[in-house]
């Protein structure tokens, strides 16, 4: 599994030019703002000027998250080294870069989520299944927003337009199914989630993720599940964000309606169960606790037991206590805030210095995961030929699964690879 997460970013002068002054050490060193870096992970300057990181390749959600919050790290440093540039030619001002989904005046970019499944499974399908859980998951992950007066659970919720779709910006379906799977194509496809919040709150990552990951294995090994397939599931996404009791009613294709929580409370049920007949796993056991405790609070509206895990409800008690004695402006700044990734001036990190946030990492997870990639899938051994080539000051091209340096080439088709004989003959030009 892996993410994507596109940053907004704001500055003394256009988001262009301030991009330009965020990756020129990257363009120094590489020569390109298009990159794969030490950790087997890329960073790349998107469309819109929107700076990107993609994590490599990981095996579990603990050390996903790990990787995720190593990119916020890489930015900071970069827009940390902005800025001294802008002061050194005597521009000056602050590089701003932000961990949301939507700007000012409504342009929106993604945290995209990718899951490895089984090339068996046929992908329209599957996501006729998942689609009842993906437009409700918001209850329990949205990072919420302050718009137009309003609190919405999620800032995606108002940004897609169809369900299942092959295109990403055109239509912003909530699943993607464009055929890329960064892998041998006849074993895997590539599960690619577009609906998603970007998170500040580790546990809300953690619940995102593994809830999903929940989800896709208990119908890739055909758990029973009850038949929630919804009528149109698009058409409910913007109601489930405006209702934190979770009682937007949705119309099922079988008839009858079912409430979005109700279609949380059974996976979550179920998940629970599927989980009991598995092997122990901290992360997994952490993550189906915190659900339930979820559904729990939205159920009966009192959020205490989860008001330092769920970035939704952390930012609604936040912006609360400015209701009636703070403008409109002065909310949706603090809102924006809360997403500002810089350690000492983000209200995030302000919050949880003061131990209104629960955290699952520490600095040196973090420090680890920006030099070293994870050591249980195939991007240790992108790692080792991008240390290799650095120590030898040779050109290396690579992306997910290929590998080139003069005219040896390697494929890595199986994402859990990592003996090195597989790049022995690559290792041995550089």
């Keep these: 599994m892996g993410v994507e997460t596109e940053y907004g970013i704001s500055g003394a002068l256009s988001p262009d030019e301030t991009a330009r ?35 490599a390749e990981c095996d579990s959600i ?44 409504g342009n929106s970019y993604g945290c995209h989520e ?25 209850l329990i992950a949205g990072a919420g927003l302050y718009k137009n007066g309003q609190f919405r659970l999620s800032q995606r919720a108002d940004q897609v337009w169809e369900g299942i779709s092959s295109a990403t910006t055109r239509s912003r379906p ?31 990552f953690l619940l995102k993720v593994g809830s999903t990951q929940l989800v ?8 029973p599940l009850d038949n929630v397939e919804l009528d ?16 937007t009613l949705l119309d099922l294709k079988a008839g ?7 279609v949380q409370k059974h996976l979550c049920e179920r998940a629970q169960a599927f989980l009991s007949e598995r092997e122990p796993d901290p992360d997994l056991e952490y993550v189906v606790d915190l659900w339930e405790r979820v559904i729990t609070a939205v159920e009966t509206q009192d959020f205490a037991a989860v008001s330092t895990e769920i970035d939704w409800v952390i930012k609604r008690n936040l912006l609360q206590r400015y209701a009636g004695r703070a403008s409109e402006d002065k909310l949706r700044q603090l809102d924006l805030a809360y997403h500002d990734i810089r350690p000492d001036r983000g209200l995030f990190y ?30 240790a051994l992108r790692g080792r030929i991008l240390a290799q080539a650095r120590e030898a000051g040779k050109p290396v091209t690579v992306d997910w699964v290929r590998m080139r340096a003069g005219e040896t080439q390697v494929e890595l088709l199986d994402p859990f690879a990592t003996d090195e004989e597989h790049i022995a003959g690559l290792l041995k030009e550089l």
Excluded at 216 to 223: A, C, N, S, V
Excluded at 256 to 262: D, H, K, N, Q, S
């Design 350 to 379: 302000v919050l949880q210095r003061r131990g209104l946030v629960r955290r699952h990492t520490d600095e040196e997870d973090i420090a680890h995961a920006v030099a070293h990639p994870p050591a249980t899938t195939r991007a």
């Design 174 to 204: 909530i699943i993607n199914t464009r055929d890329e799977p960064h892998g041998d194509s006849t074993k895997y496809r590539r599960m690619h989630v577009i609906v998603g919040d970007s998170n500040m709150a580790e546990s809300t």
């Design 114 to 138: 990718n899951y490895l499944i089984s090339r068996a499974v046929a992908l329209k399908a599957l996501g006729k299944q998942l689609l009842p859980f993906m437009i409700t998951r918001q």
């Design 21 to 55: 002054y965020l990756f020129r050490p990257v363009v120094a060193e590489y020569s390109s703002t298009n990159v794969f870096t030490p950790n087997a992970g890329r960073l790349y300057l998107d469309v819109g000027a929107h700076p990107e990181v993609a994590t």
């Design 62 to 105: 603990g050390q996903l998250l790990r990787y995720e919050r190593a990119g916020d790290h890489q930015l900071n440093e970069l827009a940390l080294q902005a800025e001294q540039a802008l002061a050194a030619e005597g521009i000056g001002g602050q590089v701003y870069l932000f961990k949301n989904n939507v700007d000012s005046v």
């Design 256 to 262: 009858g309606t079912i409430t979005a929580l109700a």
């Design 216 to 223: 896709l294995d208990m119908i890739d090994e055909g758990w």
């Design 232 to 247: 149109n599931p698009i058409a409910h996404i913007r109601d489930i964000a405006l209702d934190p009791t979770g009682q």
